[in-house]
């Protein structure tokens, strides 16, 4: 039986549902994701278009053009408290990408790849055996 987690908003209005495991989990530390979570980094988790199933409010959607690899990345956030959900990105079609905070228990993603650490603040403390890539890491 494969495993189910659960998450959504701040406001409890957006929930989704995750069947299995993620084909990919980073720490990214863009200057962009900085920018966008008003934090130090960010937590993506990609999985299989089909592992993820929305429920509830409506969402709104921006739709970001990177400086750097000119390729798109669309946010969907939750339309009654701004939480950024999920996004789409160019990199990696037929994944969506969840905000890994946003999961009700976040902590049962225990490997992740830190990316951009060229970007990363300097109070950031990367562990020292986490695999880290200047840039992105490979799909």
Same mark, same amino acid.
């Given at each position: 039986?494969? *495993?189910?987690?659960?998450?959504? =908003?701040? =406001? ?12 990919? *989990?980073?720490? =990214?530390? $863009?200057?962009? $994701? ?13 999985? %299989? ?28 956030? =939750?339309?009654? $408290? ?6 789409? *990105? ?22 992740? %790849? ?22 992105? *890491?490979?799909?």
């Amino acid at each position: 039986m494969k *495993a189910i987690h659960e998450g959504g =908003c701040v =406001c409890g209005s957006v929930r989704y549902r995750i069947t299995g495991d993620p084909i990919a *989990a980073t720490v =990214c530390h $863009c200057r962009f $994701c900085q920018r966008r979570t008003g934090s130090a980094f960010s937590q993506p988790v990609f999985f %299989k278009a089909d592992q993820v199933g929305f429920s509830g409010g409506p969402m709104k959607m921006y739709v970001h053009h990177s400086d750097e690899s000119h390729r798109w990345l669309r946010m969907q956030f =939750c339309a009654r $408290c701004g939480t950024t959900v999920s996004w789409t *990105a160019e990199r990696r079609p037929g994944a969506i990408g969840i905000s890994g905070g946003t999961l009700d228990d976040p902590d049962w993603v225990t490997e992740r %790849k830190h990316i951009w650490v060229r970007s990363a603040q300097k109070a950031t403390v990367i562990p020292v055996d986490a695999q880290c890539f200047q840039m992105g *890491a490979p799909v």
